[in-house]
């Protein structure tokens, strides 16, 4: 099976601007999870969603939002840009999202806000 | 927030030795999970332990798990250079599901 993959790898904003990340989940993986990684706050959990809701979320201001397609496939966005946003983004992807389940992370979107 | 604490933040060995890394937690846990990360790329599952398993073993890798004290071990026999990298521990709990509670990490940095 394919793992999970992230688009684009590498992108460049500037403040103010918003941007889109997309992330597709192992097939038949219906559980999609975001995380932001800075050198600073490490690992923070972003949102979490299944079957095209959203079941949980971390503690991050409005301008983090994102959504989930009917097959699975899962987009965050940033509006609003700042240069604290500037970070690795990480999405990870379970078949159900249950506790007893391993995430597969996917390689990530490394975000940089100039 | 975070939820677990590795320990140490930073450890260096020569190829050959063995690395242990530590994590604590602070709140009940359905299961406790390990990754590792090479420079700034994405989290390798390494592997996954249960609440109510004490010890797993995957290759060269030993996980313990000591729920009365909250706190896990990772053991990597017999290091390579290419066990250079970040290692995580990562908590999961019932009430939050998908939803992964991560260390700050341990650098372990393998010398040839």
């Known amino acids: 099976k394919a793992g999970v993959t992230q688009t684009p790898r590498y992108l460049i904003k500037t403040r103010g601007q918003q941007v ?95 | 927030s975070q939820q677990g604490e590795e320990d140490p933040q930073a450890l260096s060995i020569q190829e050959g030795e063995n690395a242990t890394m530590n994590c604590s937690y602070k709140t009940s846990i359905n299961n406790l999970q390990w990754y590792r990360q090479n420079s700034g790329r994405g989290l390798v599952h390494l592997i996954l332990i249960r609440s109510n398993e004490r010890e797993k073993h995957s290759g060269r890798l030993r996980v313990t798990l000591d729920t009365s004290k909250k706190s896990s071990s990772l053991l990597i026999t017999a290091s390579r250079a290419a066990d250079t990298a970040s290692y995580f521990c990562a908590t999961g709990r019932g009430s939050t599901l998908g939803r992964l509670y991560f260390g700050r990490g341990t650098q372990l940095t393998v010398w040839p």
């Open chain 1, 20 to 114: 889109t990340l997309s992330c597709s989940p192992i097939s038949g993986h219906r559980s999609v999870s975001w995380y932001q990684q800075t050198p600073g706050q490490g690992l923070q959990f972003l949102f979490e969603y299944f079957s095209e809701t959203q079941r949980n979320k971390g503690n991050f201001p409005g301008r983090f939002s994102g959504r989930q397609f009917s097959n699975s496939r899962s987009e965050m966005n940033v509006s609003t840009l700042e240069l604290g946003d500037s970070a690795l983004y990480l999405c990870a992807s379970q078949q159900l999202g249950t506790v007893q389940e391993t995430q597969y992370f996917g390689p990530g979107t490394r975000l940089l806000v100039l």
